[in-house]
């Protein structure tokens, strides 16, 4: 798991560091950007970085770098640059855990050294690009896609990043929501719509955490996670999905915010992180967050109680869920979840729902 990492940081960041707050999987996708490692080192540019300047930075999901997220000083470095070497270590092709490694190590060497900058090999990274992804075309609808068997499904929930995000926030989102609006796969934004006319529960489970997101934020930036993230994507998302559907009628398009809006509504949406919930909150009454859905899934099942007292509990065997994290999967399986796995370098796709829908015909 990768960490975000703020070196030279005060009291908070420092609780932070001790575990990796944000999130699995932290890297940008830098598949999205369809470079190769080959075409990377080729654009690899040397720049010196003073030493006492800090940044924020994560590894990439393929392994080519870490991508700055952060900086807090003049430098020629900029945000979304990816670092793939410092004073001579080469960085890429190392798991997340040895490159953090690597760099600190560097980094401390240099201090101890009383060197006044870094040697850093970047990638420049280009900002449309960073922010504006091209969609794969395996994250369009192709069809009319079936609904669950109803006798077997009440409760349909995704994860967010990597999952109904063909994209990952690092589990707090510094940038304008607007940006993320078009790495929203379409399966999804076909199916909720769909699954809350027909009577299904609709919700998203995800890592990403309010609480983390207001930690890491201070005055010079505010950060979004949670519901405070998922409820304005999802609403703009829906948005922008039924003004462009040429299924949609005029009045749907005309009044199509207030459609998304109330959609949204609808969902039940469960963000927490629990490495940063076990630091910062006695559980009295309960065990501690599991590194898993577990809690996030029970929260959702208490949530439709209480707005459905006279109905029964639902089921784990009533849920259908959808997560990039393998253990997430495997572990809601052992729970009697209809779990399905979802390749993060993808998304959630056509075939995803359809393998899903078939694994429980």
Do not use: C
Not at 10 to 24: A, D, E, H, I, Q
Not at 177 to 200: H, I, N, Y
Request: charged residues 30%; hydrophobic residues 40%; proline residues 4%.
């Amino acid at each position: 798991r990768a960490l975000l990492f703020h070196w030279a940081s005060g009291k908070t960041r420092r609780l932070l560091l001790s575990s990796p707050v944000l999130g699995t999987r932290m890297g940008t996708r830098m598949s999205s950007t369809s470079e190769s490692l080959k075409e990377a080192e080729s654009k690899t540019l040397k720049l010196k970085h003073p030493v006492h300047v800090k940044f924020d930075y994560a590894p990439t999901v393929n392994k080519i770098g870490l991508q700055v997220s952060g900086l807090y000083g003049d430098s020629d470095l900029a945000k979304n640059d990816i670092v793939v070497g410092v004073n001579g270590y080469k960085l890429h092709q190392l798991d997340n855990k040895k490159m953090d490694a690597v760099f600190i190590s560097a980094v401390m060497e240099a201090k101890k050294r009383g060197d006044k900058t870094l040697d850093l090999e970047i990638i420049k990274m280009n900002p449309k690009l960073s922010k504006s992804y091209k969609r794969s075309s395996k994250m369009f609808t192709k069809k009319k896609l079936p609904l669950p068997p109803e006798k077997e499904i009440k409760m349909v929930l995704w994860d967010m990043d990597n999952t109904f995000l063909a994209f990952h926030t690092r589990g707090v989102w510094f940038e304008p929501v607007e940006d993320l609006v078009e790495q929203v796969t379409l399966p999804f934004l076909d199916l909720v719509p769909r699954l809350l006319k027909a009577g299904f529960q609709v919700g998203v489970v995800t890592f990403s955490d309010a609480e983390v997101a207001e930690a890491y934020s201070d005055i010079r930036r505010e950060g979004l996670g949670g519901e405070d993230l998922v409820t304005p994507l999802v609403e703009m998302a829906l948005t922008k999905s039924i003004i462009n559907s040429a299924s949609s009628t005029a009045e749907e398009k005309k009044n199509a915010a207030k459609i998304a809006k109330n959609a949204v509504k609808e969902l039940y949406i469960v963000g927490a992180f629990p490495e940063f919930r076990n630091q910062m909150h006695e559980f009295k009454n309960e065990e501690k967050m599991p590194y898993s859905k577990h809690w996030h899934i029970e929260r959702v099942k208490d949530m439709h109680q209480k707005k459905y007292p006279d109905a029964s509990r639902i089921k784990n065997s009533e849920i259908l869920f959808f997560d990039d994290s393998l253990t997430n999967v495997e572990e809601a399986k052992k729970e009697g979840v209809w779990a399905h796995h979802v390749d993060p370098d993808i998304a959630f796709t056509d075939e995803d729902w359809l393998e899903a829908i078939a694994a429980i015909k």
